[in-house]
C-alpha cells in the first residue's frame, strides 16, 4: 500500500477563494482524521469519519470549514471562503480502528494571502 | 475525554547526550500509549508505543516508561544524534474505547553536534 495519499501538496491561494484538500486513506482503515498543524496551536482535531460517517466534527473552526467523505477511499476538506489565518499544515491521518495508530499523509501546505 | 500534558515545549540537548520528555494523562483507564516524531516538513509517524501491562519497552536508543500509578509516561533516547532532531509527540487512549487518542502539545528536540 502507498500510504495515506494527500493532494495538492502545496496550495497557495488569495483571501475570498475555495480551498479543496483531498485524501486518500489507507485501504481497509475504517476510521479517517483531519488535522490542523500550527505552530501557535500544535496538532488540531478537526473532525473524524468512521465508515465515511462523520462522528466529531468539533474540531471545525467554523462554518467556512466542511468536510466529505463520500466512499470509503476518498475524503475531501473544503474551506469556503479562505482567510489567512488558514494558513497551516492540513493532514489527514486513517486508522484501522478507533485507538490504533494512525498513519498519516504528506500533508499539503495552505499559504492564504 | 482524556487530557494529555507534555513536557518540556522544547529540548535542547548536545550530541551525545540523553532526552527525556514526559507526558501525564487524566484518565486512568487509557492503556495504550504511542509515540510519534515529526522531522521537519515530514509527517508524525510511529516511532514506539506501549500498553499499560508493561512498565518499560526499549527499541535500539529509545525506550518508553508507563508508570501507571502516577498516570505518566516518559519517551527516552540515549546517546542523541543530530538525525533525532524532531518533534515528538506522545498520545493515549484506550484500546476499543470510546474516543479517539488524545495527542499531546509536542516536543520540539534539537540536538546540536
Known amino acids: 500500500d502507498a500510504g495515506v495519499i494527500q493532494s495538492p501538496r502545496h496550495e497557495v491561494t488569495e483571501m475570498g477563494q475555495e480551498v479543496t484538500l483531498r485524501c486518500k486513506p489507507i485501504?481497509?482503515?475504517?476510521?479517517l482524521f483531519w488535522y490542523r498543524q500550527t505552530m501557535m496551536r500544535g496538532l488540531e482535531l478537526l473532525i473524524y469519519?468512521?465508515?465515511?460517517?462523520?462522528?466529531?466534527d468539533s474540531g471545525m473552526p467554523e462554518d467556512r470549514f466542511s468536510a466529505k467523505m463520500p466512499n470509503a477511499s476518498f475524503s475531501t476538506l473544503k474551506i469556503q471562503p479562505s482567510e489567512p489565518r488558514d494558513s497551516a499544515v492540513y493532514f489527514c491521518a486513517s486508522s484501522w480502528g478507533k485507538t490504533d495508530t494512525q498513519y498519516f499523509g504528506p500533508g499539503t501546505r495552505l499559504t492564504v494571502l | 475525554g482524556e487530557n494529555v500534558e507534555q513536557h518540556p515545549s522544547t529540548l535542547s540537548v548536545q550530541e551525545g547526550d540523553s532526552a527525556v520528555i514526559k507526558c501525564t494523562y487524566s484518565?486512568?483507564?487509557?492503556?495504550?500509549f504511542p509515540w510519534y516524531k515529526q522531522e521537519l516538513g515530514k509527517r508524525p509517524q510511529l516511532i514506539i508505543d506501549i500498553r499499560s501491562n508493561v512498565g518499560e519497552k526499549k527499541d535500539q536508543r529509545i525506550a518508553v516508561t508507563l508508570n501507571k500509578t502516577a498516570k505518566h509516561f516518559s519517551l527516552h533516547i540515549t546517546e542523541t544524534q543530530p538525525e533525532d532532531s524532531a518533534v515528538y509527540f506522545c498520545?493515549?487512549?484506550?484500546?476499543?474505547?470510546?474516543?479517539?487518542?488524545?495527542f499531546g502539545r509536542g516536543t520540539s528536540l534539537i540536538v546540536h553536534p
Open positions: 485501504s481497509g482503515h475504517d476510521y
Open positions: 498520545a493515549a487512549s484506550i484500546t476499543g474505547g470510546s474516543y479517539i487518542p488524545t
Open positions: 484518565d486512568s483507564a487509557s492503556n495504550y
Open positions: 469519519f468512521n465508515n465515511n460517517v462523520p462522528i466529531d
